[in-house]
């Protein structure tokens, strides 16, 4: 199994990386730890992995002029780690605090096998979507890391200091206290489709566009996206139904960015 770990590579000063079972990881050092962007690593956790194999793989992707300032950056990293463990104490101990905060209307999502770090927050239930959360959020001069319907998700880091944790704080008791009651009745998940053809059938037929509204019973030409999270709503060669049709349509209404224009999709002839 090859992990994703972009936004990962501060689990190693955690618990967490305890409980991760996988073969291979890709591990963004820039993201959550200091080194300069873009430095990065494969950690390797299955000891069977052959590693002339492994490096062989990793020449073919990696550049031949190496930048001596990222690696200088990793090897920095790297020696000041015995900071890092103290840092993500503290971390812990502000994020504790933050999560004890009562608010009335917003909620943290939380569980013992999430990854405290990343602050998830829901505005279900409430008269506001994630995208209004993110813009009250920036007005406070706070930058979330991504949006969805009812949700928002922040990623702290050990760098951050209890001034910034408590302007946060600040923020969501404001913007909790402007916020009324409204019932939800949506649930997202992702809808299963009927298959017509393979991807790459899909992909070498002629394609046209068409409204959303008279794509029913159709086969869709091509991916269609919904992001955040980027998972496909819909892929080539699936028959477009009318609950993907009302998705698509809900996502667009709640500002989901979505992979196509003027409401018109891509269908096979």
Known sequence: ???DMAHGSHTILSEYEKNFTYDLAITSFHKNLSALTPASGIIV???NIDRKELRRNMAIFQTSSPS???SESIDDMIENFPIFFRLWDNLLANLNDLYKLKLKHLKFINSDKKDLSKIVISCKNTN????DLADLLYKEKIEIEMANTSYV???SSIFDTKKGFERLKSALIKIDSSLEYKKSNFKFYFLDSEKKYSINEALNKNISKISLDKAQNKVSGSYIYAYPPGI??????EIINKDIIYQIKYLDMMGVDLSIDDFEIPIID
């Open 45 to 47: 956790k299955n000891k």
């Open 232 to 237: 496909p709503l819909l892929l080539p060669g």
């Open 153 to 155: 998700i922040l990623i």
């Open 128 to 131: 506001i979507n994630g995208n």
């Open 68 to 70: 001596y300032l990222i």
């Open 1 to 3: 199994m090859l992990v």
